[in-house]
């Protein structure tokens, strides 16, 4: 028999447990919830503000669980192999750019090359193809590009200075390779490594050609230091100036050293002017 009048078989939360969940007994022993909504039922129950549950994580006022993050190596661990592995099983670049010369298509992807490619294909070589029949894969050669040679007048090349190839590949036609590059007649002073290598787009240039290949002599190029003014800005100036009397001797332009300095050059060139 349960005392205090509550029904058989249902036994009443305690006092403290029933205020928690927001309850409120009654004079004949029954549990109702306390009237007013969640925020009431909180009030009624007294636990206002933020309250810890069993499991450590904390309770925010809106009811929301802020769980606690746990530290899980075995996961970490398990991202880490299946990150390695992808990067294990990734593609070499002599299957990616591996090419069927019958149809055209690469056999990865089965996409077909562009129709304007497949004389170069037929004619030319990638890059690596010409470094690995030589002696220390090339190291100090100079190579160039057919589309340089019809595009530019200036020499445009690149000199050899480390090479990686893929060992992997059937005739060792792949890889990677580093070098100093002239374009146009402009040569960089830092190592960059050489893009497109697998492009049917490469020339050796012959070790008795090299110097004439290179030899340029550059053109002084030509600075332009004013520009006429558009229409519109012209005919505001010339009504300006004739508004203002001044009279109109000469075509308005544009100062390109004036216009293309920038505020910090101008204070600067301000500053270290002669005191009057």
Same mark, same amino acid.
């Given at each position: 028999?349960?005392?205090?009048?509550?029904?058989?078989?249902?036994?009443?939360?305690?006092?403290?447990?029933?205020?928690?969940? &927001?309850?409120?007994?009654?004079?004949?022993?029954? =549990?109702?919830?306390?009237?007013?909504?969640?925020?009431?039922? *909180?009030?009624?129950?007294?636990?206002? &503000? !933020? $309250? *810890?549950?069993?499991?450590?994580?904390?309770?925010?006022?809106?009811?929301?669980?802020?769980? #606690? #993050?746990?530290?899980?190596?075995?996961?970490?661990?398990?991202?880490?192999?299946?990150?390695?592995?992808?990067?294990?099983? $990734? !593609? *070499?670049?002599?299957?990616?750019?591996?090419?069927?010369?019958?149809?055209? /298509?690469?056999?990865?992807?089965? #996409?077909?090359?562009?129709?304007?490619?497949?004389?170069?294909?037929?004619?030319?070589?990638?890059?690596?193809?010409?470094? =690995? *029949?030589? !002696?220390?894969?090339?190291?100090?050669?100079?190579?160039?590009?057919?589309?340089?040679?019809?595009?530019?007048?200036?020499? =445009?090349?690149?000199?050899? @200075?480390?090479?990686?190839?893929?060992?992997?590949?059937?005739?060792?036609?792949?890889? /990677?390779?580093?070098?100093?590059?002239?374009?146009?007649?402009?040569?960089? %002073?830092?190592?960059?490594?050489?893009?497109?290598?697998?492009?049917?787009?490469?020339?050796?240039?012959?070790?008795?050609?090299? %110097?004439?290949?290179?030899?340029? @002599?550059?053109?002084?190029?030509?600075?332009? /230091?004013?520009?006429?003014?558009?229409?519109?800005? $012209?005919?505001?100036?010339?009504?300006?100036?004739?508004?203002?009397?001044?009279?109109? @001797? %000469?075509?308005?332009?544009?100062?390109?050293?004036?216009?293309?300095?920038?505020?910090?050059?101008?204070?600067? #060139?301000?500053? @270290?002017?002669?005191?009057?």
């Amino acid at each position: 028999m349960q005392s205090g009048g509550a029904r058989r078989g249902v036994s009443a939360p305690p006092a403290a447990c029933a205020a928690a969940q &927001g309850f409120r007994r009654t004079r004949s022993g029954h =549990c109702t919830r306390a009237p007013g909504g969640f925020r009431a039922r *909180r009030e009624a129950a007294g636990r206002g &503000g !933020p $309250r *810890r549950s069993v499991s450590g994580s904390r309770v925010l006022r809106g009811g929301a669980m802020a769980r #606690k #993050k746990l530290h899980r190596p075995i996961a970490a661990m398990a991202k880490k192999i299946r990150e390695y592995r992808a990067l294990k099983n $990734r !593609p *070499r670049d002599s299957e990616r750019f591996a090419l069927d010369y019958e149809t055209m /298509r690469r056999p990865l992807t089965q #996409k077909r090359l562009p129709v304007l490619a497949w004389e170069d294909v037929r004619n030319e070589n990638r890059l690596l193809a010409l470094l =690995c *029949r030589l !002696p220390r894969l090339g190291v100090g050669r100079t190579v160039t590009r057919k589309s340089w040679l019809w595009a530019y007048e200036e020499p =445009c090349y690149w000199v050899i @200075t480390k090479v990686k190839a893929d060992y992997t590949a059937e005739n060792m036609d792949h890889g /990677r390779a580093w070098g100093y590059l002239t374009f146009r007649g402009k040569t960089e %002073e830092e190592v960059r490594e050489i893009n497109k290598v697998m492009y049917h787009d490469w020339r050796m240039v012959p070790k008795h050609e090299e %110097e004439a290949f290179k030899k340029f @002599t550059p053109v002084q190029e030509e600075t332009i /230091r004013y520009l006429p003014y558009p229409p519109l800005l $012209r005919a505001m100036i010339l009504a300006q100036w004739q508004k203002e009397g001044k009279p109109i @001797t %000469e075509e308005p332009m544009i100062d390109l050293e004036k216009v293309m300095a920038s505020p910090h050059q101008r204070a600067k #060139k301000k500053a @270290t002017g002669t005191l009057v």
